[in-house]
């Protein structure tokens, strides 16, 4: 089998798969046009974020096999015309999900003990106590907005912070040790903690809107390491303003862009974002840790091999 590799990832994919035989084309800088125009050679595909891959270049993908994106998130990839063409989509959302559950509780623990706020103050020469007085996760209930390998790994680990862990997810059944499942009115009812962990799709594009926010019976801290686009940014601000959201960790941003390479647009709630004490922004490295770069390529090459050796 012929694959065609768009994006660098781990050398190892390149390695094992050249081991079991397979034929490799790298490619990381060609547009879009010119991908397209010789995708037809090729039986299968290995992508991050670099390229959409929509219905057009979908129907010249004529002999593809299957579509391997290293990663969670397929919403490069127009699913319903690749499942009508008979092509297999292939992801790693096993390979992350322990960075992401980390970086969760990272970012929470900073914003709630005002850590970095703290730090900077001192190295600055000024030593406040009273004013940096923390929130403890503790007793804390946690509501998580989707439980597949990102929501259970980090269920998981705030369980041993003590917290109560609820979930909201469109599957039934999913409870477990660590989280209850529950609706999404009794999420909002409960949750002083609230964190996305779903894909983005036309559903999820800006599910954490003015409604939402407000239909939230507590005040409560917001995180979400998922897509960017499933918050209107602009209501998030107001409740930050507002005191209904008391703080805000969000490792993306709905104005990156689709390749989450950079932010490709800058406004007045961006500048509040980066300017507030109440927001904790990170450059989308949730699942970008040395060991997921590693684990992400690894779950990709398995799969592949148990499918088409």
Known sequence: MKILLLDKNHPLITEQLLAKNFILEEDFT????????????????????????DKNFLEQAQNLKFIARVGAGMENIDIPVAEKLGIQLINSPEGNRDSVAEHVVGMLLILMNRLFIASQEVKKGIWKREENRGDELLGKTVGLIGYGNMGKATAKRL?????????????????????????????????EVLSLHIPLTSETHYLIDETFISEMQNDFYFVNTARGKNVETKCLVEALKSGKVKGACLDVLEYEKSSFEHLETENEDLKYLLASEKALVTPHIAGWTHQSKEKLAQFIVDKIVASYC
Do not use: M, W
């Open 30 to 53: 060609s547009s879009y046009d010119e991908v397209c125009d010789k995708i037809k050679n090729y039986d299968g595909i290995i992508i991050r974020s670099r390229i959409p891959l």
């Open 159 to 191: 369980s041993g912070f003590g917290c109560k862990v609820i979930f909201h997810d469109i599957l039934p059944g999913l409870s477990d040790e660590f989280a209850t499942q529950v609706t999404l009115d009794e999420l909002k009812q409960s949750a």
